[in-house]
């Protein structure tokens, strides 16, 4: 029953219900944080209505076999260490792998030079003799270094030492992004122009955010290609992300410096990584704000970063294997991870995705299947599919992960 009155009408409330009319902004705003992972790879995002075509600085490869192998070639040790010594002719190594007998050893803390005899790679046991005036002594750590080997003349047999490649491999994993409407909702007139186009466009933006973390976080199975799921019923094929390929790691004690960052952090980091190798570190706002601490406390100087040709925002700083590139990205804001940072270089990384298989009208990179609903539902379903996998061509040697920044 409509409302009596015996004063003046006042202002409603407004509701959705009731017949004041309300004032709706066109324009609809999306919340979300940007993907810069997904916006690094070359050759672009996906709509529902195609591909948006880009340049991209980590490269995209097509693959056949859902479990994509490379092969890696790790130099032979050159550093061994003293883990116990009683005198030339005995002392044992943390790892004698790599060395064979007429080899010369010098020990980095005095110079001194030895010449090995025997070499047991199972105990690290090694029998020497020294070379030069000063008797050959070393201390437990103590770090030695491979000179070469010195043959007598006239010598036969040499002692063979080669090493094979390392096999490295991925699994695919399907990706999949639907979107669904009925036919009379699809129909309704809705603030903000077409609701069913924007809930696609947000799918495929909710779906690349989760892609970009499984590129970063992502784990394969333990042993064999797939991981059976007794809750579900099923064997799934997952792919490991960047941070679970890393091959090195540094753990700044909950107090990461500036000076740290420079001069200690590195050494933990690949020989592999140069002064030419090209960077980049992803982090989250905290240890962002940490690095621009430095900036106003006059210790390092941030240069404009080469990224934003990418459609991605970068600051280069100095440390002492080269520069990187710092991208912020908001996954590294979440939990624990604000404490995390990692350093990797994109010219060692792929972006992999499936061939075509006989169902499919295309390869298996993130793209549109539009009509997937069945043949008496009374809508429309469109999805983004993809089978994507990461390619690591040297093994992670140049990935480091960086712990307890704060």
């Known amino acids: 029953m409509a409302t009596h009155y015996t004063s003046a009408l006042t202002t409603p409330t407004i509701s959705t219900t009731g017949t004041r009319e309300r004032t709706v902004s066109d324009v609809i705003r999306n919340l979300f944080p940007g993907n810069p992972f997904m916006v690094l790879i070359e050759s672009g995002l996906p709509k529902m209505d195609g591909v948006q075509q880009k340049k991209g600085l980590i490269k995209k490869r097509k693959v056949t076999s859902t479990k994509p192998e490379m092969f890696t070639y790790t130099p032979l040790a050159t550093e061994f260490t003293v883990s116990a010594w009683t005198s030339v002719s005995s002392f044992t190594l943390t790892s004698a792998t790599g060395l064979t007998p007429k080899m010369l050893l010098m020990n980095t803390s005095n110079k001194y030079v030895c010449r090995i005899g025997t070499v047991n790679t199972s105990t690290g046991v090694v029998t020497a003799t020294t070379i030069g005036s000063n008797t050959f002594t070393a201390s ?13 003349e006239n010598s036969s047999s040499p002692c063979l030492l080669m090493k094979d490649e390392d096999n490295l491999y991925n699994h695919t994993q399907i990706f999949r992004f639907p979107a669904a409407i009925s036919n009379t909702a699809g129909g309704n007139p809705h603030y903000g122009g077409s609701y069913w186009e924007r809930a696609r466009e947000r799918v495929i933006v909710e779906g690349l955010r989760k892609v970009s973390h499984n590129m970063i976080f992502g784990e394969r199975a333990s042993s064999g290609e797939t991981t059976s799921d007794s809750i579900l019923s099923d064997s799934v094929r997952t792919m490991r992300g960047l941070w679970n390929w890393a091959g090195a790691t540094y753990d700044a004690g909950g107090n990461m410096t500036f000076e740290k960052f420079l001069s200690v952090m590195p050494l933990s980091m690949s020989t592999t990584v140069g002064m030419e190798t090209k960077q ?19 210790l390092a100087l941030l240069e404009p970063g080469e990224y934003k040709y990418f459609g991605v925002q970068s600051k280069k700083l100095l440390h002492a ?3 990187v590139d710092i991208i912020v990205l908001d996954v590294f804001d979440r939990g624990d991870l604000y404490k995390n940072a990692m350093i990797f270089s994109p010219d060692e990384v792929e972006y992999l995705y499936k061939n075509k298989g006989p169902g499919d009208k295309q390869d298996r990179d993130l793209h549109p299947k539009l009509g997937i609903q069945n043949n008496d539902v009374d809508g429309l379903e469109d999805e983004i599919l993809g089978e994507l996998s990461l390619g690591v061509t040297d093994g992670g040697n140049k990935i480091t992960t960086i712990t307890n920044w704060l």
């Open 280 to 298: 980049v570190m992803f982090c989250g706002i905290q240890v962002w704000a940490d690095i621009l601490q430095w900036q106003n406390d006059k």
């Open 321 to 323: 294997r080269g520069m």
């Open 140 to 152: 437990v750590n103590d770090k030695l270094i491979v000179l070469g080997s010195a043959y007598e």
